[in-house]
């Protein structure tokens, strides 16, 4: 490897306010042109928009600064993959038609200089969070997604965007770390270590940047969020570290 993997996830663009995630989008953005001719791969890792939804011929208004910023990346020939989050998981094909932007909507699989790894937003994995997960298979369904892309988009996305008012950003709910055996995305990752081996296990979705030794051969690392810790995951070909902008 010649350049850098990224990865970033949870910026929750659209929440609390237009004022306080237009500061947020344009801390993103000087990142990205911070670490844009190191990079070859970068992955969004869910949740980089606090609601989301494409109707046939509407999107959610906004962002613009960050989408011409990841398309001009994609342009430039960086390979971009966009994971579906909790939040965003209504993402179709705009951003490949437009951006050339890989989507993906559960976990990604893959190898990268020797080195395995094993990504996904991480809502839904692990012990715990039983009512979300019912919620997950409703939102995910076909069915439920046509019948809210029938809603007019003035009705709809005003309904979505209520209910982000009750979303962790919007009450500014802090995270704190309880110790590794309430780790749910930790278990999950021991649990699948028990089928093959993977070197790295990358998440999002916790909102808290972590660093976990699973066994001595593999790492747990989670993301955090861009608006407390701007926290983002570098792989340079040799090992994978956790590291922060601005701070």
Known sequence: MTK???FASDFHLGSPNHQESRKREDRIIRWLNAIESSCAELFLMGDIFDFWFEYREVIPKGFVRLQGKLAAM??????????KGNHDM???DYFTTEMGIEVISDE??????????????????GPGDE????????????????LFSIVPPRIGLGIANWWSGSSRVANKTEEAFHGEE?????????????????????????????EIDLNGKSKYVNLGEWINFNSY???????????????
Not at 131 to 146: A, D, G, S, T, V
Request: aromatic fraction near 22%; charge should be positive; charged fraction near 25%.
């Open 4 to 6: 850098n993997i990224y």
């Open 74 to 83: 994609t342009d430039a020939g960086i390979k971009i993959y966009f994971f």
């Open 90 to 92: 209504w993402v179709k």
């Open 108 to 125: 990604l699989i893959m190898e990268r200089n020797g080195k395995s790894f094993y990504l996904h937003h991480g809502d839904g994995l």
């Open 131 to 146: 009512k979300y997960k019912i919620l997950r298979k409703i939102f995910r369904n076909p069915i439920c997604q046509w």
């Open 182 to 210: 309430f780790e749910w995305l930790a278990i999950y990752a021991k649990e699948q270590l028990q089928q093959a081996h993977y070197d790295y296990f990358v998440f999002g979705h916790r909102h808290l940047p972590l």
């Open 233 to 247: 995951a570098v792989f340079d070909g040799k090992e994978l570290t956790l590291k922060y902008f601005e701070k």
